[in-house]
DNA sequence: GTTGGTGGTAATCGAATGATTACAAATGGC
DNA sequence: GCCATTTGTAATCATTCGATTACCACCAAC
């Protein structure tokens, strides 16, 4: 007797099914961290069974670390199209239109729910054996970026990170969740996302 | 038959005992997260027994939102002491001597290690139902004190939560285990932490 | 001395979870 | 058409973990 519901025909390349995982899991990792994301929610979410991602990426560990250096790389690959879109702006940016070309790409990211958190769950993972060391690593690589490609000095580098950390820890707070109700969390809001704000309150009522 | 060890006779006072807990737990649910902690090794790092720990605080939840209030008050406490520090020093202190009273009494924070740690990890839980609203709050607290009590303008206030969430990540990351092998680690260390680092570099090796 | 409350532990349970195995259905080259 | 490869799933396993239960030991009051 056949016990599973009848194959509707559509297989996908392992290719694109990868990616979707990988989009999966990064919401997933980002909303629960390493620890509290279970392969089963990854593939709920990814809509395939929990044995197909375990066996896509070897465990739920080099999963976590597939996630790490996609986001890694996409968050790089958005700084480098702000850094020439600066460039393209004024030969020599100042250093304000390099943050703002920045600063606006970077909130396009949030799009991508869970790339940013998926990052900051892995900064708090230092003391892993394993993840540490490339947690370390992609940090290492955007302080460099800033420093090498922007042109930033280890001040400018400083603030722009310390920035990033903000945002980041607010969105992962779900900051937004109490602007219209406490009128601090608004004016912090207000302060630190002066012009994207809409997108950042727009961002909060989407699903999950 | 006796299954047990013979009592040594030593007993505690529950309060004392519960100190113990609550800073064995800081440390644990700051290396490895609200997730990743398990009242197992909490138990394990006070010397009682797990069924111990669980009945104490009612839940693992429960126990975290302790170490939660605990921490979030000790960093206050600290804070208000820094204000008092830098009132004492000048009677309209600016803002520079207030950072600088500030970070110092900060950095000591760090002696308790997990402290900073447990904190930004309930950062990363805002999608939690019931430790999501406590982690806002705390947030909350933290900002109306450098608004209402600490005098700052909200510009003052947002790039100090950002220099503060920086210190966390990087102490998160363990990014002085790379200071000697990374150049450009040593270099934005050197950036961030100006004057503290030898103790920061001290904090390093101690256990776990 | 015994009694009752306080400070603990050993043993165990049920659920969750990451991983493995065995198997089935679709696809493509020949 | 046939067969090997690829794309998937169902079933299950061994651990781990939070929680519960039942029990024991110390101590103070009377």
Known sequence: MTTTAPDTGTRMRSED???LVLEAATRVFGERGYHGATTDAVAKAAGVSQPYVVRMFGSKEA???AVLER???RMMAS????????????????AETLHRCIAHNYVELLSDRGLLLSLMQAFMLGADPVIGPEARACMRRVYEFLRDDAGMSPAEAHGFLSTG?????LVGLRMAD????????RELLDEVFPTKLPFLLSLRDRQS
């Open 178 to 185: 109490d602007y219209e109700k406490e009128p601090a969390v």
């Open 17 to 19: 099914r990868r990616v």
């Open 71 to 73: 986001a890694v790389s």
């Open 63 to 65: 999963m976590f670390l």
């Open 79 to 94: 700084f480098r199209a702000a850094l020439e879109e600066s460039t393209a702006e004024s030969e020599t940016p100042d």
């Open 165 to 169: 950390m903000m945002l980041n820890t």
